[in-house]
């Protein structure tokens, strides 16, 4: 049911993610007070669903003691693996429901939605 | 629809895989589930068949407080290898070799295993060794002569040995998979195989479900396991969650091993399934390797979990 449901959200949203630009150099893109955090914490991303708009930024940062790495669920974007206390901080330029997960424990799952 | 006499729980058949895999089973099914099967001693000295040894979960790069040299207690369980009363046929790795894939620590994991002189170390990847998102930091040193994702199979001695890979297609929100591809291999790999012949699995994660609330499975195990029901006895060896499990289902028995690097928490013991923090003089209790021993014929599959403190 699940992975029927991100096959339907790959499919739909394709399209936006051919379109979509991202950057992940901290230093390229204006900081933004609405940007979205997520932490890493006991094999979970907190909190699982976050809102941003176009253009702002998620930064994940991982509490845990062991490797994590943010993968797109349609892979088109993929985080280095993230020791402890790293993050990796992405810019959404498109509107769009962007389904991931953990590369290392799939049944890590988390969603960011763009207005 | 309930049927009385299950090929797979018939005393015949029972009594045919107990054969075959020795004492540590029998105990098992006498006495519920061990934490370690019988020694090896006996069965290894008798001279016919032979012994492999299965080490896991090497996680060379890992760094945390637990274990902060993980490349010390690899070296101290090939010294280990090295020490068996008898010479091993093969040594397995069932993955997770390093923690980040990286090629330096590839590189430190090869010249530690190096060590193991004059036998045959034979891999499966851990998910911690496809970090690099296509897998080629692993393919490029392991998978030479190996199908898809890095899959194969060989024989040692009568026993056909399958080497899967369940770690390089994860779907959100699932377990471990091997998918179509490699069920279909497999399907064909073991197609004209005698049914008496023995079978080992290797996968680096649990082919049962252990744990499915940490991930602890594999999500199509039971399709790809279903091409081997018609052998009396398949052995099925993974790591991954770092300590001794074990589960015995028909003909079928199916074993975790611990990790030459740091322990996990039993399942539900703890929020998640991260290293398990240990006192520093308790670390080698957790950590370990396993002896094999294949006996053709009659003669019994021992299987000896030794902890590096032992």
Redesign the interface.
């Given at each position: 049911m699940l992975i029927n449901l991100n096959l339907d959200l790959r499919l739909k949203y394709t399209a936006v993610l051919a379109a979509a630009a991202f950057w992940t150099a901290a230093g390229m893109t204006p900081a933004l007070a609405a940007d979205a955090d997520v932490v890493i914490d006991n094999f979970a991303f907190v909190p699982a669903t976050v809102t941003i708009a176009a253009g702002e930024a998620v930064t994940w940062t991982n509490h845990d003691d062991t490797p994590h790495q943010v993968l797109a669920s349609d892979k088109s974007f993929r985080s280095p693996g993230l020791d402890t206390g790293e993050h990796y901080r992405l810019v959404f330029a498109k509107p769009g429901t962007y389904g991931y997960y953990c590369s290392l424990h799939p049944y890590m799952v988390g969603t960011v939605i763009v207005h | 629809m309930f049927q009385p006499m299950d090929r797979r729980f018939s005393r015949r058949g029972a009594l045919k895989c107990l054969a075959w895999a020795g004492t540590g089973v029998l105990w098992t099914v006498s006495g519920g589930i061990p934490r370690s099967f019988a020694l090896d001693g006996a069965a290894a000295a008798a001279g016919a068949g032979f012994t492999f040894v299965q080490i896991s979960d090497s996680h060379i790069g890992f760094h945390?407080p637990?274990n902060p040299d993980v490349t010390a207690t690899l070296r101290e369980t090939v010294a280990r290898i090295n020490a068996l009363p008898v010479r091993p046929a093969f040594v397995v790795h069932t993955g997770d070799i390093t923690?980040?894939?990286k090629p330096e620590e590839f590189d430190t994991a090869a010249e530690i295993l190096k060590e193991i002189k004059g036998i045959p170390v034979h891999y499966v990847p851990g998910?911690?060794d496809?970090?690099d998102?296509d897998g080629q930091a692993y393919l490029a040193r392991y998978g030479k002569g190996t199908l898809g994702n890095g899959w194969y199979s060989f024989d040692h001695g009568g026993v056909h040995v399958l080497a899967l890979n369940n770690v390089a297609q994860?779907?959100?929100?699932?377990?471990g998979l091997l998918g179509d591809s490699q069920v279909a291999w497999l399907r064909e790999d073991v197609a004209g195989l005698s049914s008496e012949t023995p079978i080992v699995v290797l996968a680096h994660m649990p082919l049962w479900p252990a744990y499915a609330?940490?991930?602890w499975g594999t999500d199509d195990a039971v399709e790809a396991l279903g091409y081997l029901r018609r052998f009396g006895s398949v052995t099925v060896l993974n790591g991954h969650i770092h300590q001794v499990m074990q589960k015995i289902e028909g003909n079928f028995s199916f074993h975790t091993a611990r990790s030459t690097a740091f322990p996990q928490p039993e399942p539900g013991t703890a929020?998640?399934?991260?290293?398990l923090m240990v006192p520093a003089g308790a670390l080698r209790d957790y950590l370990g390797l396993r002896s094999v021993t294949v006996q053709p014929g009659d003669g019994p599959l021992a299987l000896t979990d030794r902890s590096l403190a032992s």
């Open positions: - | 945390k637990v923690d980040f894939s998910e911690h496809l970090l998102g994860f779907k959100p929100g699932g377990l609330k940490w991930g929020p998640g399934p991260g290293p």
